[in-house]
Nanobody, 128 residues
């Protein structure tokens, strides 16, 4: 059974930084493309960033490029999301997701329905 556990959320002032971590257990981590999504209050879940199973081809929501960085450590079954220059509109619950793309190790899916496994989410609150 594949399980994802996020950590690192919290409250920060605008302009600050936070780093989120997601540890995956079960399966072979490098088989999974990994993604981050977020859901703000009263809104649907939106794509943030994704990275392929072998760690290449990071892909971002256009408006987040330059502020957010996704990376992974396959030796530690961990995917990270570094968030810099945070803005109040970044306030949301952030979710980690995994999709099995062992036959396409360079694929970086950007849609919710392309991921099979999800974490429980971690709250990020940015105050102005």
């Amino acid at each position: 059974q594949v399980q994802l556990v996020e950590s690192g959320g919290g409250q920060v002032q605008a302009g600050g930084s936070l780093g989120l971590s997601c540890v995956v257990s079960g399966g072979t981590f490098s088989d999974y493309a990994m993604g981050w999504f977020r859901q703000a209050p009263g809104q649907g879940r939106e794509f943030v960033a994704a990275i392929s199973g072998l760690g290449g081809n990071p892909y971002y929501k256009d408006s987040l490029k330059g502020r957010f960085t996704i990376s992974r450590n396959n030796a530690k079954n961990t995917v990270l999301l570094q968030m810099n220059n945070l803005k109040p509109e970044d306030t949301a619950v952030y979710y980690c997701a995994a999709g099995d793309y062992r036959h396409n190790s360079f694929y970086t899916p950007a849609s919710e329905n392309e991921y099979e496994y999800w974490g429980q989410g971690t709250q990020v609150t940015v105050s102005s």
